[in-house]
């Protein structure tokens, strides 16, 4: 069996360097289960994000951090109580991080493990990543995209507010998907 972790990988048109994220192009979004009936989307802005790739794909280092206060899902009613203490406490935890902490190979499928930290609470993720590819721009520059999704427990990050429901149930699910749509670029 061939130990994923270490032998290097060729994946085309991978260039080793540290890579910038794109805000403009790029969103973490997110889908939450409401009333359990329906889900509510939402999205936070990207405030910064480095890749550094080594010639080995697998040993890619990846840091990334989201604004809380950015958190959008189009009820400004709701993203006010969600940027409250209820939940978020944008005052005391002004940012989501990532850091990775491995990059691994299962069957087609490339996983990024690392540390989620969101609400004061760091935990172990892994966000199983789709590339897009790369290319260059009209303007010269090297960019990759890519797209990458995991599914957390709001409350092991302590976020544990909600409501029961007279019809039984409560208005917020306890299982969160995040979907982060990333474009970044080589630098010079």
């Given at each position: ?23 403009a192009h790029s969103e973490i979004s997110f ?158």
């Amino acid at each position: 069996m061939t130990d994923t972790t270490t032998t290097a990988i060729e994946i085309p048109g991978y260039k080793a360097g540290t890579w910038v994220l794109d805000p403009a192009h790029s969103e973490i979004s997110f889908s939450v289960r409401h009333m359990m009936i329906s889900k509510v989307r939402g999205s936070f802005s990207v405030s910064s994000a480095t890749i550094v790739a080594p010639a080995n794909p697998l040993e890619v280092q990846v840091t990334a951090s989201a604004d809380a206060a950015s958190i959008n899902t189009k009820d400004e009613g709701r993203d006010t109580h969600l940027r409250s203490g209820d939940f978020f406490d944008i005052e005391t935890y002004p940012t989501i991080d990532f850091v990775s902490t491995g990059v691994r190979v299962a069957g087609d499928d490339f996983l990024v493990d690392g540390d989620l930290t969101i609400h004061g609470v760091t935990k172990p993720v892994t966000f199983e990543l789709e590339f897009g590819g790369f290319g260059t721009d009209p303007w010269g520059n090297y960019k990759a995209g890519a797209t990458a999704k995991t599914v957390i427990n709001r409350e092991d990050f302590g976020l544990t507010w909600n409501a029961a429901l007279e019809t039984g149930g409560v208005l917020v699910g306890k299982d969160v998907t995040i979907t982060l749509d990333l474009q970044g670029s080589l630098q010079a």
